[in-house]
């Protein structure tokens, strides 16, 4: 079972693959789920590779498929799934590759693209993004940051009953060591915490344990490691149960690595110390959405966010200036490759 992220092949400099403006044949790309801050940069970015985008907010459906008409290549957004339904019309426009503004798939059945005739691929970018946010994560749950936060709000400001923990006197567990489980390491080691990891393959300056011994070992436990068939409830029930008691969790790779109901039966009888949560199971349709004056139907979110111990994000992570420019420039880069070899294998 691998656990770090999956290979990417957008992972390259641009400039290298930017044609000339003046010579080269113009690529048309569909931009689906664009938001604002995408579609700036796509209208910057797109006259230096000679593209020409099509945007829209909307992601991408059987009703908009149409504005793929002409077009081989199309982006979508991870906000969204992506359905079969609106694989197979999207192909029948002529459309042969989706690159999607992600590093996961999970939002896009590869099986039934392939099927349809769709080759999928996802970009890079900075890895930092997400690692700088997971160590804040960890500080945070460390020393009950929103408890703190929560009693200052209300002009408490007497200590906390709880102390808080360093993370040099903690055991770090790594959970998948791709880009960004690396860069996690990397910042560790300069709070002198012992850190240890877990995946097929050994590629970080970490001690490389078994699963079951990380969970055993670890005061805190970090996720990086790609959603699949074989890491869906990779911390299930019986996994949590593992864990130290009063250890921590933090996720900031996707929701289903964690059984929901599993991890708040063990925050309820205090087994766990607290977790940080940048991503949930069921967060679609919740997230990237203002539901101050809307009902929130997810009943795991709101007991979670009851916690005094559980700190909530809204899969945002990844959102800096720098990522989002390598996204939107890789997402381009994908499609104009695309068409570049796909001339070339006509030629």
Not at 36 to 60: G, K, N, S
Not at 72 to 98: E, N
Not at 102 to 131: C, L, Q, T
Not at 311 to 333: F, G, K, M
Request: aromatic share 6%; charged share 20%.
């Amino acid at each position: 079972m691998t656990y770090s992220e999956p290979a990417r092949t957008g992972a390259r400099r641009a400039g290298s693959l930017a044609p000339s403006p003046s010579s080269a044949t113009p690529t048309g790309i569909t931009i689906y789920g664009c938001e604002p801050d995408e579609a700036v940069l796509f209208r910057e970015m797109a006259p230096r590779f000679a593209v020409l985008p099509t945007i829209t907010a909307a992601p991408a459906s059987e009703a908009n498929a149409e504005l793929a008409l002409g077009n081989r290549c199309v982006s979508v957004g991870h906000k969204t799934r992506v359905t079969d339904s609106t694989l197979l019309a999207l192909s029948q426009l002529g459309v042969a590759y989706i690159s999607t503004r992600s590093i996961g798939y999970n939002h896009i059945d590869m099986k039934y693209a392939k099927r349809a005739g769709i080759s999928v691929e996802n970009v890079f970018y900075s890895p930092h993004s997400v690692a700088d946010f997971t160590l804040m994560l960890m500080l945070m749950a460390a020393r009950s940051a929103k408890s703190i936060i929560r009693r200052a709000d209300i002009h408490d400001y007497r200590l906390s009953d709880a102390r808080g923990r360093e993370l040099r006197d903690l055991t770090i567990g790594v959970i998948g060591t791709g880009r960004i489980g690396t860069a996690v390491i990397d910042r560790l080691r300069g709070f002198g915490c012992r850190i240890l990891a877990h995946d097929k393959h050994s590629k970080a300056a970490a001690d490389y344990v078994s699963l079951d011994e990380l969970l055993r070992l670890s005061d805190l436990v970090t996720l990086h490691t790609p959603l699949n068939a074989g890491t869906h409830h990779l911390l299930n029930r019986q996994r949590i149960g593992q864990m130290k008691r009063g250890a921590f969790i933090i996720n900031t790779g996707r929701g289903s690595l964690i059984d929901t109901a599993a991890l708040i039966s063990a925050l309820e009888s205090g087994r766990l110390g607290g977790a940080a949560l940048d991503v949930l199971e069921g967060e679609e349709g919740v997230f990237y959405a203002d539901h101050r004056n809307t009902p929130i139907e997810s009943g795991s979110l709101l007991r979670l966010q009851e916690l005094p111990n559980v700190i909530i994000s809204p899969h945002t992570a990844y959102y800096t200036d720098h990522a989002l420019r390598d996204t939107i420039e890789n997402s381009i880069v994908n499609c104009v490759k695309f068409e570049k070899e796909r001339s070339v294998w006509i030629g």
